[in-house]
């Protein structure tokens, strides 16, 4: 299962899936047509109180689930409306977190779950805290997660600003972006074992490397004895 397969890193994960011989459910609001063994189903994401009529569409087998799917979000905190902390939330953490959930109990022991998240969960940014914040939120779930089903693989990807048309759109520096590519080939070694269980892997590259020595850290812990 592959959200958001349409085009980007989504459509680059559900290539390499079909290349390496699965059968492949994607999933996105505009249709597409992969040759090979794919399913495409065409739902909007954005709306996860609707996930109970997209899981009956789904497998009763899954071995592998992508959440991918996700909104690029920019708006200054006192710009705010409600409005745009439910459009970020439920695509960023909602609907992986309701769809997750929901499959389960259809994935059988050694089977896989890659959350692709971002280096802004960790990297800050003006003009991005529901986006840092839908991804960080994203990350926790991803470990608590890993922790609850021992008996699954579960993985979070955290790219760098990758060539989509959401980026490109709003980069003054497209030459500068990873290519989607990059990130499926992530995903291909955490299928074939390369990382454990509750990994977060970021994906940098010599634009993003220096930005990345400026992401959130703890400057002090008060340790309190009693």
């Not at 609707?50 to 789904?58: C, D, F, G, M, T």
């Not at 970020?88 to 109990?105: E, G, H, M, Q």
């Not at 280096?119 to 997660?145: E, H, I, N, Q």
């Not at 994906?203 to 812990?221: A, F, K, M, P, T």
Request: neutral net charge.
């Amino acid at each position: 299962i592959v959200t958001g397969a349409s085009q980007g890193i989504g459509e680059s994960i559900v290539k390499m899936l079909l290349s390496g011989g699965y059968e492949v459910y994607g999933i996105s609001r505009r249709p597409v047509n992969f040759a090979g063994n794919d399913h495409h189903i065409s739902f909007d994401l954005g709306q996860p109180t609707r996930i109970s009529a997209l899981v009956k569409k789904l497998p009763h087998h899954i071995d592998v689930l992508v959440n991918n799917a996700g909104l690029w979000f920019e708006k200054r905190i006192d710009e705010i409306q409600l409005s745009d902390i439910n459009s970020a939330l439920f695509l960023n953490f909602y609907t992986p977190v309701i769809l997750t959930a929901n499959l389960l109990s259809r994935m059988p022991k050694n089977s896989h779950i890659v959350n692709i998240s971002s280096v802004m969960a960790v990297v800050t940014d003006p003009g991005y805290s529901l986006y840092c914040a839908s991804k960080a939120a994203l990350d926790r779930f991803t470990s608590v997660l890993a922790k609850e089903h021992p008996d699954l693989t579960i993985v979070g990807v955290l790219p760098s600003g990758t060539d989509t048309p959401g980026m490109r759109a709003s980069t003054s520096d497209p030459n500068g972006l990873l290519n989607p590519q990059a990130i499926s080939t992530v995903v291909s070694d955490v299928l074939s074992g390369k990382y454990k269980s509750g990994s977060f892997i970021p994906i940098l590259n010599n634009r993003s490397r220096n930005w990345w020595g400026e992401r959130d850290s703890y400057d002090q812990v008060v340790d309190i004895k009693s």
